[in-house]
Structures are given as C-alpha cells and as structure tokens.
T-cell receptor, first 121, second 107 residues
C-alpha cells in the first residue's frame, strides 16, 4: 500500500482552466502539506494542514485553494490556471505530537507522495 | 527565515567512487532530513538526522547541530545513485529545502 498517494500523476491543461489534485495518506498522520517544485528543482512549502485546520499558508496566489475534508485527505484546487503554474506538486504528511500546536520534533518525519506534474499550455 | 545551503551544486562520479555532500543551515534546528530525488522525480527519504550519525548500507549521514551542518556520505557509488540529493530542515511545521546537489554517476 502506498503511504502517501496523489492523483493524477500527470496533468496537462489549457490556460484559464480549473483543476484539482487529490492527496490521501494512510499513515494515520495529523499533518499534511503541499509543496511546489519549480523548473529549477527548488522545493517550497505552499500549505500545511493539521487535523483539517490550516496552519501554514505561504505567499501563494488565492487561485490556489487547499481543502481538507478529513485528516487523511488534502486536496489542492487551482482556478484560472496560468503558464507559471506549471510545476511538480508534492503532497506530504507527518505525524504530530499531542498537546499544543507544535509537533514533537522527534516525530516530525515527512513522507512524500510521488508528485503531480502539471503542465499548463 | 532559515537558510539552507548545499554543496557542491553538481557532482559527476565514476562508478565505485566515494563522495561527501554538505548541508549548512543558518539557525539551530530540531529536525533535519536528507532526500534522494531519483530521475523519475520521486522523493525518497534517506535519513532523519537532527544530530549524530546514522548508516544505511552504502550511505551514512552525520549532523553536527552545534556547528549547523550535516554531511551525507555515499560510498562505492552506483549508477542508481544518480539524481538530486536534498537536505531539508524543519522550522515550525514545514520543511525548508536546500537547492540540492545534482549527482551523476557514470559507468
């Protein structure tokens, strides 16, 4: 069983369209993330949810909207796609310690999905 | 925010050679992970190593947290080791990645 799975693996679409990427983890983790990897391979955090609550929202255009229906799922919806949105999007998850908002450092190992390569034409 | 610098940016090795990759970070961290991104784009966890030394087969890693650096050792390299190696440190919840070391191992 794949621990962190995201679909689709490839997404080719036209400018202006709306698309979604789905992510599911079966590790029982509380925290999930979306990262973006650009054409120069640089990986940057976009969003993080802890137990369905948004905890990190980096400077990302509001055309990007994450949704977490439950703590095992974190989907990413993108409106009005632009050429610059072409990238690889990675979903990840990590366990979070109990008590407060900060995870126990020793438990915060992040596991990544296989990535979704988005090409906007 | 915390800065994560990796060196060298690119590395070409002949099969069988050894190498050391370095990661410097600008502030104290509780968590540090090393990843290998293979040529198919998959990010593979190599080590979770906020301090100390760990070994896994031909790979080992050492983090000296007080001096703010981590090293990844690859011994007897194989062509399957090719790809990009990332160091990432945790601030708050998210990982902050370095720009990676791109490794090519030739037969």
């Amino acid at each position: 069983d794949t621990a962190v799975s995201q679909t689709p693996k490839y997404l080719v679409t036209q400018m202006g369209n709306d698309k979604s990427i789905k992510c599911e983890q079966n590790l029982g983790h509380d925290t999930m993330y979306w990262y973006k990897q650009d054409s120069k391979k640089f990986l940057k955090i976009m969003f993080s949810y802890n137990n369905k609550e948004l905890i990190i929202n980096e400077t990302v255009p509001n055309r990007f909207s994450p949704k977490s229906p439950d703590k095992a799922h974190l989907n990413l919806h993108i409106n009005s796609l632009e050429l610059g949105d072409s990238a690889v999007y990675f979903c990840a998850s990590s366990p979070v310690g109990t008590g407060g908002l900060l995870p126990y450092a020793q438990e915060n190992i992040q596991y990544f999905g296989a990535g979704t390569r988005l090409s906007v034409l | 925010g915390i800065q994560v610098e990796q060196s060298p940016p690119d590395l070409i090795l002949q099969e069988g050679a050894n190498s050391t990759l370095r990661c410097n970070f600008s502030d104290s961290v509780n968590n540090l992970q090393w990843f290998h991104q293979n040529p198919w784009g998959q990010l593979i966890n190599l080590f979770y190593i906020p301090s100390g030394t760990k070994q896994n087969g031909r790979l080992s890693a050492t983090t000296v947290a007080t001096e703010r650096y981590s090293l990844l050792y690859i011994s007897s390299s194989q062509t399957t080791d090719s790809g990009v190696y990332f160091c990432a440190v945790v601030t708050g919840y998210a990982l902050n990645f370095g720009k990676g070391t791109s490794l090519l191992v030739t037969p």
